[in-house]
């Protein structure tokens, strides 16, 4: 026994065998802080329910809880926004006292600090917590992503549907495949989306084909239920034996390949401006000319004071009204290769440019300093100032803006086959109309444009005519699909060719169902044109939407069947494309893997889609993607 001021430890170790002697018990007490009295109050705290161990854990676990989910959240916010804008995550230097953190550790920061409540769950954060590590910053990315195409894929459902495939070089110099959905969803609506970039070692046909069905069988989706194909035109994705068009076909002989209306317009006017040597050599000397004029940022800088200039004077005048939006600094762009779009830009450019571009040209020719450029600045000079380039530049001017409004219409993702028919319709017209009776108004802007800068206009006796010529794609197939037209009130019905468009798929239409859909397509026919509702429809698409509006979907389920598989034929590639353009913005050269980058390149391109899923699913695919530290 410990002396009594101490008390003693008999009921603790040695053990209470003397019960005669009573006043051990009151030795063993003590004073006040024996450790008999310290485990009486520690227990008087434990009876106590608000004090109790695990009330006191609890509740630290749910602030805790509480914490983590603020911190958490506040992450998928700058998340969300760096992924919407496109911007860069990382810094050079991520450490406490950078000054380059990177956008993601200042965002949050700044969010923290204008917060009460996230900063103060911030500071409470445990030392160890990784919510800003890289991995989880990728995570969370991920699960953004996966729960935006599951939104895509769950609007798909069964639905049949269309591949829009690309490829190209990243920055890193890796290819990457791009690719795109098209299909009608339940409101009779034509989407495009994108599903995905696959990393792509070899370009080879079968390699494509691989890496397609690798990503769809990744969302359980199959070839079979494939109805149209899109690509741009180059040789190893549409060759006739080899290509990825052809592989398709040999295992569904009913996806449908039209090729992309844009591009078959581009390559149309390549296969012109090659074999007419003037206009090829028009598009040489715009390409000399935007080197010679925009080689340096001082004649740039001519070049945009000698127009302020003339703009000037010319609202002084009158020539030229102000306006919001109106006479904006501009500057010569050079041209891409086949991208007919900045060609036309590039005239318009010259055009409205050509007496600033001259004066530029004579002060390069004047500047002793350079002969080079010297003898090239004379010899633009006198090539631009002729009459045959002035009369070529109007010439492609008039052309490519006929071509251009056609190849702007047809890259609209919501396009459908015959309103792209139409319009191509239009466009020749229009192209003829120039060749039948253009050539006296093109002389008279030209002549009027020589006159203005002091050219000589030559006397002529003859006009000049153009060739060219078209390609046709699956003529029978459009053919068929345009009788669908809902316009002046379904003038180009044909019962007879909406049958054998039907043929065309027989997974989805048997022998008696053909039967079934001759029926069906009087009663259709007959019931639309008595309908006003129906009366001033502008494409299939429109149609589509209305007979779901209408619920005679349901009333003409082959009908709608036949309009959908119309509408799942891609019109061009725009989509597809697209992704590279916002490819080149999203990856930097360094720390982006082939993960990451689909990942982000999912919720930027599909912003849309990616708005309207909550931070709740987010936090629960992030948490379901591997155990957590915290669980909710």
């Known amino acids: 026994m410990k002396p009594e001021t101490e008390g003693g430890d008999a009921f603790v170790t040695t053990g209470f065998s003397n019960w005669k002697k009573k006043e051990r018990l009151q030795i063993h007490v003590g004073i006040h802080d024996s450790a008999h009295n310290q485990a009486w109050r520690k227990c008087e705290a434990l009876m106590r329910p608000k004090q109790h161990i695990t009330a006191a854990i609890e509740k630290q676990s749910e602030q805790a809880k509480k914490n983590y989910q603020i ?162 035109g180059a040789s190893n994705m549409q060759g006739e034996f080899n290509g990825l068009k052809t592989l398709i076909l040999k295992e569904n002989s009913y996806a449908f390949y039209v090729h992309c209306f844009a591009h078959q317009l581009q390559l149309a006017l390549v296969t012109v401006a090659k074999k007419q040597v003037e206009i090829a050599l028009l598009f040489n000397l715009l390409t000399n000319l935007c080197n010679v004029v925009g080689v340096s940022c001082k004649r740039r800088d001519m070049l945009r004071d000698s127009q302020m200039t ?67 600045a004379c010899h633009l000079l006198n090539v631009i100032q002729s009459f045959e380039f002035i009369f070529n530049l109007h010439l492609m001017k008039n052309i490519l803006g006929v071509t251009n409004e056609l190849s702007q219409a047809l890259q609209r993702n919501d396009q459908d086959i015959v309103n792209a028919m139409a319009l191509v319709k239009v466009s020749k017209q229009r192209l003829q109309n120039i060749r039948d009776d253009g050539w006296s108004l093109l002389l008279d802007e030209v002549s009027l444009f020589c006159d203005k800068h002091d050219i000589t206009v030559p006397i002529m006796d003859d006009i000049f005519v153009s060739q060219g010529r078209s390609r046709q794609v699956n003529t029978e197939l459009l053919l068929c699909i345009a009788c669908l037209n809902p316009r002046h009130s379904f003038f180009a019905f044909d019962k007879e060719k909406l049958i054998q468009l039907a043929q065309f798929y027989p997974l989805e239409f048997s022998s008696t169902q053909l039967l079934a859909l001759d029926s069906q397509l009087e ?110």
């Open 523 to 632: 009663n259709f026919i007959l019931d639309v044109r008595s309908d006003d509702q129906f009366s001033d429809l502008n494409g299939i698409s429109a149609l589509s939407q209305k007979l779901v509006e209408t619920r005679k979907n349901i009333v003409y389920p082959l009908v709608f069947l036949l309009l959908k598989l119309a509408l799942v034929l891609p019109v061009a590639t725009a989509s597809v494309e697209r992704t590279f353009s916002a490819m080149n913005i999203i990856k930097s050269r360094l720390r982006m893997g082939d993960e990451f980058l689909n990942d982000c390149l999912v919720t930027y391109i599909e912003r849309e889609t990616f708005d309207c899923i909550d931070n709740e699913k987010i936090i629960q695919s992030f948490q379901n993607m591997k155990p957590r530290r915290m669980e909710f």
């Open 310 to 376: 003339k703009t000037i004077e010319a609202l002084k005048s009158g020539e030229i009204s102000s306006g919001r939006g109106l006479n904006q600094e501009t500057t010569l762009k050079r041209v891409g290769d086949t991208r007919w779009g900045s060609h036309y830009g590039t005239i318009l450019r010259l055009i409205s440019l050509f007496p600033s571009v001259v004066n530029v040209l004579e002060y390069v020719e004047e500047d002793r300093n350079n002969s080079e450029q010297r003898a090239e």
């Open 71 to 232: 911190h958490l959240t506040a992450t998928i916010d700058c998340i969300r926004f760096l992924l919407r804008q496109g911007l860069a995550f990382r810094g050079n230097d991520e450490t406490d006292d950078s000054v380059n953190q990177g956008n993601f550790l200042e965002l949050l920061n700044f969010l923290a600090q204008h917060n009460e409540e996230i900063g103060r769950a911030f500071k409470n954060a445990r030392g160890n917590l990784k919510l800003i590590a890289p991995s989880i910053q990728k995570d969370i990315v991920r699960a953004a992503a996966r729960e935006t195409t599951k939104v895509i894929v769950d609007d798909l459902g069964d639905e049949l549907f269309a591949v829009l495939v690309d490829e190209a070089r990243d920055i890193s110099i890796k290819e990457q495949m791009s690719v795109c959905l098209r299909y009608v969803n339940k409101e009779g609506q034509v989407r495009e989306h994108f599903l995905g970039l696959v990393h792509v070692s070899n370009t080879n046909a079968l390699s494509l084909k691989l890496a397609l069905e690798s990503l769809l069988e990744t969302y359980n989706l199959s070839l079979s239920r494939v109805r149209g194909q899109g690509y741009d």
